[in-house]
């Protein structure tokens, strides 16, 4: 486990502290939500972290309690430096917009970004169907 924790980790900005799932292929995100969230109420649709303490800065109060977690398999985020590119970027719309429409014409469900220097990755879900076993 801790080899494979050290290649999720490298891979994915992922720390030990992390919750990494069972297999290579699954990951626990968290997604904080207020009221005034953009995509509040869309089962899931929107941005993800991996990690639990960014994401609660989303929520109304700050409560671990509001941040929902789900389960995902890699398989179907798009990734683009599997690709020999660099992430995009969460801050740009024009990264946003071209790596969804990247993904879908790919068939994927979502869309690994990156928030920036020393910021843990984000994952843009699209599909909620990436939930489903």
Same mark, same amino acid.
């Given at each position: +486990?801790? *080899?494979? +924790? ?15 799932? =069972?297999?290579? /292929? ?6 904080? &939500?207020?009221?005034? *969230?953009?995509? $509040? @109420?869309? =089962? =899931?649709?929107?941005?993800? /972290?991996?990690? %639990? &303490? ?9 409560? +671990?309690?509001?941040? +929902? ?9 798009? #990734?683009?430096?599997?690709?020999? !590119?660099?992430? %995009?970027?969460?801050?740009? &719309?024009? !990264?946003? #917009?071209?790596?969804? $429409? ?7 469900? @979502?869309?690994?970004?990156? &928030? @920036?220097?020393?910021? %843990? #990755? /984000?994952?843009?879900?699209?599909? $909620?169907?990436?939930? $489903? /076993?």
């Amino acid at each position: +486990m801790q *080899s494979f +924790m050290k290649k999720i980790s490298a891979h994915y900005s992922v720390s030990a502290k992390y919750s990494v799932c =069972g297999t290579a /292929s699954r990951l626990k995100i968290y997604r904080g &939500e207020s009221s005034s *969230s953009e995509n $509040k @109420g869309k =089962g =899931g649709i929107g941005y993800w /972290s991996i990690d %639990p &303490e960014f994401a609660v800065q989303f929520t109304q109060t700050g409560q +671990m309690k509001e941040v +929902m977690v789900r389960e995902i398999d890699l398989s179907r985020i798009y #990734d683009a430096t599997k690709d020999g !590119d660099k992430l %995009p970027s969460a801050n740009s &719309e024009s !990264d946003f #917009d071209h790596a969804i $429409k990247t993904a879908k014409e790919k068939g994927f469900y @979502g869309v690994r970004f990156s &928030e @920036g220097r020393n910021q %843990p #990755d /984000s994952f843009y879900i699209f599909n $909620k169907n990436i939930f $489903k /076993s």
